[in-house]
T-cell receptor, first 111, second 113 residues
Framework: GNSVTQMEGPVTLSEEAFLTINCTYT??????LFWYVQYPGEGLQLLLK?????DKGSNKGFEATYRKETTSFHLEKGSVQVSDSAVYFC??????????FGPGTSLSVIP | EPEVTQTPSHQVTQMGQEVILRCVPI?????FYWYRQILGQKVEFLVS????????KSEIFDDQFSVERPDGSNFTLKIRSTKLEDSAMYFC???????????FGSGTRLTVV
């Protein structure tokens, strides 16, 4: 079946550090891949997405590239800010199917 | 930008009571979903709904749960007899006919006491 694996953290970084959160997936067919962010006490916000192999999703300085050969969609940001502290969920969706979420990675950025 | 609206944002209910969580999906979307997130845990799929019927449901979605689209705009999740372990954040989502648009609401935090 379809599944998503991501590093669970928690991850603690200093401000302006480089961020990588690894995500790998297992899926039949050709899924779309997503990163969602959940700020403390809030709902799920779509951060970025990629719908086919080699696509790069980007938003707010975050990037992720859809790598079919390694079935990965790692999230990166060159310089994190305190305001980036949140839980990040990698997810996939095939066709009109449900979204399958990874377990989430908690990120804390300290000044 | 179109939004999925959920009400209430927070509901407290006594164990054994019925609760209805309400959602207004994006108007031109055809696929509707409920997910839940127990505090600090993974987001889990509950049910998907299309063409006025359930298209898929998870093991969590047992006989205590039901969904309905009572009119052209609302999409509801009913829990008939709430249990303590139903305490969670419940997210509604809607999608158009493709892989592009999949929008979540801001969630309803359900607390069962």
């Amino acid at each position: 079946g379809n599944s998503v694996t991501q590093m669970e953290g928690p991850v603690t970084l200093s401000e302006e550090a480089f961020l990588t959160i690894n995500c790998t997936y297992t899926a039949t067919g050709y899924p779309s891949l997503f990163w969602y962010v959940q700020y403390p006490g809030e709902g799920l916000q779509l951060l970025l997405k990629a719908t086919k192999a080699d696509d790069k999703g980007s938003n707010k300085g975050f990037e992720a590239t859809y790598r079919k050969e390694t079935t990965s969609f790692h999230l990166e940001k060159g310089s994190v800010q305190v305001s980036d502290s949140a839980v990040y969920f990698c997810a996939l969706k095939t066709s009109y199917d449900k979204v399958i979420f990874g377990p989430g990675t908690s990120l804390s950025v300290i000044p | 930008e179109p939004e999925v609206t959920q009400t209430p944002s927070h509901q407290v209910t006594q164990m054994g009571q019925e609760v209805i969580l309400r959602c207004v999906p994006i108007s031109n979307h055809l696929y509707f979903y409920w997910y839940r997130q127990i505090l600090g845990q993974k987001v889990e799929f509950l049910v998907s709904f299309y063409n006025n019927e359930i298209s898929e449901k998870s093991e969590i979605f047992d006989d205590q749960f039901s969904v309905e689209r009572p009119d052209g705009s609302n999409f509801t999740l009913k829990i008939r007899s709430t249990k303590l372990e139903d305490s969670a954040m419940y997210f509604c989502a809607s999608s158009d006919e493709g892989m592009r648009g999949y929008t979540f609401g801001s969630g309803t935090r359900l607390t069962v006491v």
